[in-house]
């Protein structure tokens, strides 16, 4: 560890917290990828029109089997270089199946996610990646290690709490969020007062309460239709 890092942790040792959730993501025989084909082979297949916010190394982007496929990311990948912020501000457009995976914090997490249920289509499926943090560090916002959820978590809360949207987090590669619109008159809370300086002792609390499910009950709702 560098002496940076060793730093950012004790500037912040206040925030530590012993519990480790042990979701044993090396295990699971499905991830993200496997996740948004999914949606998109029962959704239009190949003439699904598929939305990525946070390409990264094209890992999913790639991977995604549909022919209309845009990818928003400021830093490399996809076919937009730009903030996923210019590019909603800018789109007319609306799709099909859309992957959330940009920057893992709360208020760009939550913005992301109301702009892209303002153009995903009704009935249409978003994905959310990284709502299942292990460990204090791996959630903690500024960042502190390589692997990092962020605080994604806190966005998850207020979903589960929506209208006019069926929301499920399925256990697999550190907690893929399944939503679909299911009504034109959503409405989303607005917990931020609450959440916004939010610890992982909170998440601790929460996610008792969060609706939890496994890859293969993820497959059945999904070949059902809903969420």
Not at 71 to 94: C, L
Not at 189 to 203: G, I, K, N, Y
């Amino acid at each position: 560890m560098s002496v940076v890092s060793k730093l950012r942790l004790l500037k912040f040792k206040s925030h530590a917290h012993e519990k480790v959730f042990d979701w044993k993501w090396g295990e699971k025989s499905f991830n993200r990828i496997a996740m948004v084909n999914l949606l998109v082979a029962n959704t239009r297949g190949w003439n699904t029109s598929y939305l990525e916010i946070g390409c990264a190394g094209n890992l999913l982007f790639h991977s995604v089997a549909a022919k209309r496929k845009v990818g928003v990311d400021p830093a490399e990948g996809g076919t937009h270089r730009m903030t996923s912020d210019a590019f909603f501000a800018a789109n007319t457009e609306k799709y099909d199946v859309i992957f959330v995976d940009g920057l893992h914090e709360y208020q760009q997490v939550r913005r992301d996610a109301l702009n892209a249920l303002a153009c995903v289509e009704e009935g249409g499926w978003i994905a959310f990646h990284d709502l299942l943090p292990s460990t204090w560090k791996e959630h903690h916002v500024p960042r502190l290690q390589e692997t990092w959820t962020g605080d994604c978590w806190k966005v998850a809360v207020e979903l589960s709490q929506a209208k006019g949207v069926d929301f499920r987090i399925v256990e697999v590669d550190h907690g893929v969020g399944l939503m679909r619109k299911t009504s034109s008159n959503y409405s989303v809370p607005d917990l931020s007062e609450r959440l916004l300086d939010a610890e992982f002792d909170v998440f601790v609390d929460e996610v008792g309460s969060l609706p939890l499910i496994s890859f293969d009950e993820a497959v059945a709702l999904i070949l059902s239709g809903r969420a």
